[in-house]
């Protein structure tokens, strides 16, 4: 049998036709807000929203906004969210990116 390669989650990927990128949640556990850099290889549509874990969207950041190319750096306030686990999903029309937080009580 033969064995396909794919890159696990939370792998770095480069090389031809590699695709955006978001940095590290900061602070994670976070209180009152978040931090992340995301950067994108051209432009492109973006869409980022807070859920929890169960799936429903808490928060809206962006939708389907057009970014340019480059680093953009973000700073939410979560002064509306409860304590618990959430995640954070960018998508980029085909593509997607997954990152989870804590907010602390």
Do not use: C
Not at 15 to 27: D, R
Not at 39 to 64: C, P, R
Not at 77 to 102: H, R
């Amino acid at each position: 049998g033969s064995r396909g390669t794919s890159a696990k989650d939370g792998d770095e990927f480069s090389g031809p036709g590699s695709m955006h990128s978001v940095s590290a949640i900061s602070p994670n556990p976070a209180k009152d807000f978040i931090n992340f850099d995301l950067t994108l290889v051209e432009d492109a549509n973006v869409t980022i929203t807070i859920h929890s874990l169960e799936g429903s969207v808490v928060m809206n950041i962006k939708a389907n906004e057009l970014m340019s190319a480059g680093t953009h750096n973000f700073n939410i306030p979560l002064k509306d969210l409860a304590a618990g686990a959430y995640a954070i999903s960018f998508s980029f029309g085909q593509d997607a990116i997954l990152e989870t937080f804590m907010v602390m009580p």
